[in-house]
T-cell receptor, first 116, second 113 residues
Framework: DAGVIQSPRHEVTEMGQEVTLRCKPI?????LFWYRQTMMRGLELLIY????????DSGMPEDRFSAKMPNASFSTLKIQPSEPRDSAVYFC??????????????FGPGTRLTVL | GQQLNQSPQSMFIQEGEDVSMNCTSS?????WLWYKQDPGEGPVLLIA?????ELTSNGRLTAQFGITRKDSFLNISASIPSDVGIYFC?????????????FGKGTLLTVNP
C-alpha cells in the first residue's frame, strides 16, 4: 500500500511568493495532521483534520498560513506571503484514529521549503 | 504547555555497542511513542507504549513506559550501521478532545562501523 504522499519534495521560492504544499493521506485514514520541523523548535503540530474538518488549528503560526482538506484524499497547506523564517521541513501524517494500537500516525516524506 | 526533555542530544558509538536514550515530561502522558527519522524522510514509528510500566520490544529495540507516566526510555542492543538516524520520543495525554502528540527534540545517533 502507498504511504502518505507529499508534493513537492523540495520547494525554493522567494520572499513574498505564495507556496502550496500538498498531501495525500493513506486511504481510509480519517485523521490528517500537518507538522513543521525546524532545528530550533523540533516537530510542531500546525493543524489536524478529522473527516476533512479542521479540528485544532492552534498551532498555525499566523494568518499567512492556511490549510484545507476538500476531500478525504487531499489536503493543502498554503503560505501567503512566504517569509524566510518559514523555511523548514513540512510533514503531513495520517491515522485511522487518534489513540491506541493501530491508530498511530504515519508520516509522509516531507516537503523541504526554502524561502529566499 | 507540555514539554518533553529528550537526552542525550547526540551519541557517537561503535558498532556492536548498546545504546540508551530517554525522555522526561513535565506532565503525565498515557501514551509514549518512539520514532526514527532517516535523512530526507519522515519519522517512522518504532514502538508504542500505552500502559504505565509496560516494557515492549521490537527486535533489538526495547522501550519502557515509566511508572510515574512522566518518562520513557529506548534501548538499542548490538547497534549496527543502519541504526544511524534521529530518534524521537513523543507523548500524548488523551483527554477530552486532545489528541495531540508532543515530540522531544530528538537524539542523533551515529554508529561507527
Amino acid at each position: 500500500d502507498a504511504g502518505v504522499i507529499q508534493s513537492p519534495r523540495h520547494e525554493v521560492t522567494e520572499m513574498g511568493q505564495e507556496v502550496t504544499l500538498r498531501c495525500k493521506p493513506i486511504s481510509g485514514h480519517d485523521y490528517l495532521f500537518w507538522y513543521r520541523q525546524t532545528m530550533m523548535r523540533g516537530l510542531e503540530l500546525l493543524i489536524y483534520f478529522n473527516n476533512n474538518v479542521p479540528i485544532d488549528d492552534s498551532g498555525m503560526p499566523e494568518d499567512r498560513f492556511s490549510a484545507k482538506m476538500p476531500n478525504a484524499s487531499f489536503s493543502t497547506l498554503k503560505i501567503q506571503p512566504s517569509e524566510p523564517r518559514d523555511s523548514a521541513v513540512y510533514f503531513c501524517a495520517s491515522s485511522l484514529g487518534t489513540s491506541g494500537q493501530n491508530n498511530e500516525q504515519f508520516f509522509g516524506p516531507g516537503t523541504r521549503l526554502t524561502v529566499l | 504547555g507540555q514539554q518533553l526533555n529528550q537526552s542525550p542530544q547526540s551519541m557517537f558509538i561503535q558498532e556492536g555497542e548498546d545504546v540508551s536514550m530517554n525522555c522526561t515530561s513535565s506532565s503525565i502522558f498515557n501514551t509514549w511513542l518512539w520514532y526514527k527519522q532517516d535523512p530526507g524522510e519522515g519519522p517512522v514509528l518504532l514502538i508504542a507504549l500505552y500502559k504505565a510500566g509496560e516494557l515492549t520490544s521490537n527486535g533489538r529495540l526495547t522501550a519502557q513506559f515509566g511508572i510515574t507516566r512522566k518518562d520513557s526510555f529506548l534501548n538499542i542492543s548490538a547497534s549496527i550501521p543502519s541504526d544511524v538516524g534521529i530518534y524521537f520520543c513523543a507523548g500524548r495525554y488523551s483527554g477530552g478532545s486532545n489528541y495531540k502528540l508532543t515530540f522531544g527534540k530528538g537524539t542523533l545517533l551515529t554508529v561507527n562501523p
